[in-house]
């Protein structure tokens, strides 16, 4: 439609096929036989000597298999309509599921056999942009960095790219493995590390941010958000992803479009210009650390150690509905496994909304601070003042209220009687149930309110206004999910109104994908 005059397209691939097709190359061309098979350590050293190396790799005429040949040709097109069009069009290469350096450099070896990339003659048209996303990748963002920076090729390509790198942090898939506060403060200090190194290493580092629209995905307030960024990872630059549902939200129409834009400029430069750190005492650092342990140790013992809970999720909530719905550029699942690991963030998020759980926003949460108010009274005044004075602690469990007062448990609880076995019902509802009501009270005590919003009133209002609209849609669809569930009520009539009543709930409570 632009012709690519006024946004370029990011190109994204995950690390997984560049390492099989590497593999296949080097098998077929007699170079090395077993790459897989070799350890991280000597994958670099390996993928080291090859970069610097001028001979092809990969010849004219490809023959492997369909992946490997894929990966190929993505690149050369890349190359051709750097040529052909523009070099800025296809500049941005995302590695999914980055969790070594040697991820990073077999993308330049494809970039260098392209002609993306070359030492020989000084030039480089493409950025590769790692991006992190479960806990432990983002707990060694900076490490992956600081290897690369060992590597005389990759050195030469952040040379050509004006000392630049970029690095995409993912919230989704670290929020759904470890829970929203775990994730949320890993990705915190990935930020502080990786502008740390920055710094000590003479290099400019710009975080992209790849946030969803429910809270469980990065979401809430853009302002907020940006705001509660550590000092110094800013920087004037500031690079976020925006959801299909958000974009609805927040650009459909002008004025609204122009309010938000103006909120944004206003966090990023505020953001900038700061010298001052806002975290007035190591304490607080270490309340959080163990505030994640803590969250993330309850959020994986239901979500991943509670034999029930995939049987729960499945039923009781319309995620197989879901996974029929032509609303999203990816299957629903990676595989065709049915284990929690396998289901993609977005439909995870997505489920638990319709089924007015929100579980993915807040459980964890409450444990956590219920265990640690209750250790120390004093705990409780140190994440008051944190909520008075730090704008990180403020954003999340801001956040997390917001999500809190869009879940209800009573409607939550006739979504659970459409399981099967209820056993399995009865006990991972009150689970659920203990965490909500541990989650609102630790947040009523933190924020001194006597109930959840009850300083923010217009969002309060706006949740109580649209409530009337929502829940009746709630309840016919637990009817419909009941009747398309079952051979002999089942028709065509059913499913539509199983995805109208998806859309609808969608669409009332928000921030739901």
Known sequence: MFKFHLFSVDIRQ???????????????????????????????????EELNKNR?????????????????????????????????VLSTYIISSTTDAYHILEVLVFAREAGLFSVKDNYSLIDIVPLFEALLPLQSADAIIEKLLSVPAYVSQLKYRNNLQEVMIGYSDSSKESGMLASSWALHNAQIRLAKLAIDRG???QIFHGR?????????????????????????????TEQGEMIADRYHHSGIARRHLDQVVNAVLLSSFSKVDTVLDSSWKFLLDDLAILSCKSYRGLIYENPGLREYFEQSTPINEIGELRIGSRPARRD????????????????????????????????????????????LLLLQKMYESWPYWKSLVDNCQMILAKADMT?????????????????IYNIIFEEYDKSVKSICLITQQKYLLEQMPVLQKSIEKRNPYVDPLSYLQIVLLGK??????????????????????????????
């Open 56 to 88: 092809p790799l990969i010849p004219a005429r490809i023959k492997y298999s369909e992946d490997t040949c894929e990966v190929v040709k993505t690149f050369r097109t890349m190359a051709s309509i750097a040529e052909q069009q523009n070099p800025e």
């Open 212 to 240: 969803g629209g429910a809270v469980g995905r990065g979401g809430g307030p853009a302002n907020k958000a940006i705001l509660a960024q550590p000092r110094g990872t800013v920087n004037g630059r500031l690079r976020i």
């Open 336 to 379: 065709s496994n049915r284990k929690i690991d396998d289901l993609r963030a977005i439909p995870w998020v997505f489920s638990w909304m319709q089924s007015r759980h929100t579980v993915p926003g807040w459980f964890g949460i409450g444990s956590a601070l219920d265990f640690k108010i209750k250790a120390n009274p004093d705990n």
């Open 484 to 513: 398309s569930r079952c051979e002999a009520t089942c028709s065509e009539e059913i499913k539509i109104g199983v995805m109208e009543s998806i859309s609808g709930i969608a669409s009332g409570l928000k921030n739901t994908g």
């Open 411 to 427: 409607i939550a609880r006739l979504y659970a009687d459409l399981v099967e076995d209820k056993k399995i019902a009865e006990s």
């Open 203 to 205: 290099i400019r580092i």
């Open 14 to 48: 995950n690390s997984n096929k560049h390492g099989r097709a590497l593999a296949e190359i080097f098998k077929s061309e007699g170079v090395l036989e077993n790459y897989s098979q070799l350890d991280p350590t000597k994958k670099m050293e390996f993928l080291s």
